[in-house]
């Protein structure tokens, strides 16, 4: 193994972790959005109200798309396993 082996395994490493993590993040920024907009019309300082929501949004859409980042760490350790195969 070489450094480019090591530097390409590690591109793909945060890459994987990058797309599995989208759907979670994603919804939870524009839920945060909507949450702060909200709370800057309305002028309900509650803070309960930015964390309830998050919670059970990014818990949602982790169920939702648990396929998705299943297929993606699966396709990540796929590629590990036939690295390790090969031997580099």
């Known amino acids: 193994m070489n450094e480019v082996d090591a530097l390409d395994l590690v591109r793909e490493a945060f890459w994987t972790v990058i797309v ?3 759907p979670a993040v994603g919804a ?3 839920i945060g959005l909507a949450i702060a907009l909200f709370q800057a ?3 309900v300082q509650e803070m309960t109200l930015t964390f309830i ?3 059970l949004v990014i ?3 982790l169920i939702a798309s648990g ?3 299943g297929t993606q760490i699966t396709s990540f350790t796929q590629i590990v396993y036939d ?3 090969s031997g580099f």
């Open 53 to 55: 929501p998050k919670i």
């Open 20 to 22: 599995a993590a989208s």
């Open 67 to 69: 396929t998705f980042i």
């Open 59 to 61: 818990f949602l859409m």
């Open 28 to 30: 939870a920024m524009v």
């Open 83 to 85: 690295h390790i195969e």
């Open 41 to 43: 019309l309305t002028q």
